[in-house]
């Protein structure tokens, strides 16, 4: 069965300090692989995603960028933190080889906060 | 207007009620709808997950989808403390997954 991997689990940050959050995903190959942020009030926010290593779309410009480095590793990074880059950060996974708008299955979330 | 409009609650229940949650939506090339529970500091996991107009059951939970009128319902029966947590739905078309913002639910013992 497929397991999906998140860390860390908390973390509290300064502001303009770096970001390294990394997710990696076991059980299926090249996967598709999804960065969501989640806010009190505001739903899951779409960061980025990724259907192959090194191919990743950007849903909205911000202070944060990804990469995959590896078919089941997604990182997502920041090289100077916000407060307003304080939130729930998800990862999720779908099925290989479908759309990016197949059935998403989440990670256990990183909480941070940005002092 | 928002494409998928959901009632944040909080919406508290005793044990043993049935539990009606419900989500809206305006666009319709959404064809996949799909219930996710997340507990308090954990990912969502997936509940349900419907394609056609109608009711699919699975256990204590119903879903139901209306497309003419663009509603979409979760139903949990003979509710239970471990229920409590927050529902969204979420949905999807051509081109991506949208979710609600959520309804959390209290189960009171």
């Known amino acids: 069965s497929q397991t999906i991997h998140q860390w860390p689990a908390t973390l509290v940050q300064p502001v303009g300090s770096p970001l390294s959050l990394e997710c990696t995903v076991e059980g299926t190959s090249n996967p598709n692989l999804y960065w969501y942020r989640q806010a009190a009030g505001r739903g899951l926010q779409l960061l980025f995603y990724s259907i192959g290593i090194g191919q990743i779309s950007s849903e909205v410009p911000q202070n944060l960028s990804a990469s995959r480095p590896q078919d089941r590793q997604f990182i997502l990074s920041s090289k100077k933190l916000l407060l307003s880059d304080s939130g729930f950060y998800l990862c999720a996974w779908s099925t290989p080889g479908r759309t990016s708008t197949d059935t998403q299955y989440f990670g256990p979330g990183t909480r941070l906060t940005v002092l | 207007q928002k494409e998928v409009e959901q009632d944040p609650g909080p919406l508290s229940v005793p044990e043993g009620a049935i539990v009606s949650l419900n989500c809206t939506y305006s666009n319709s090339a959404f064809q996949y709808f799909m219930w996710y529970r997340q507990y308090s500091r954990k990912g969502p996991e997936l509940l349900m997950y419907?394609?056609?107009?109608g009711n699919k059951e699975d256990g204590r939970f119903t879903a139901q989808v209306d497309k003419s009128s663009k509603y979409i319902s979760l139903f949990i029966r003979d509710s239970q403390p471990s229920d409590s947590a927050t529902y969204l739905c979420a949905m999807r078309g051509y081109q991506k997954v949208t979710f609600g913002t959520g309804t959390k639910l209290q189960v009171i013992p």
């Open positions: 419907t394609y056609s107009s």
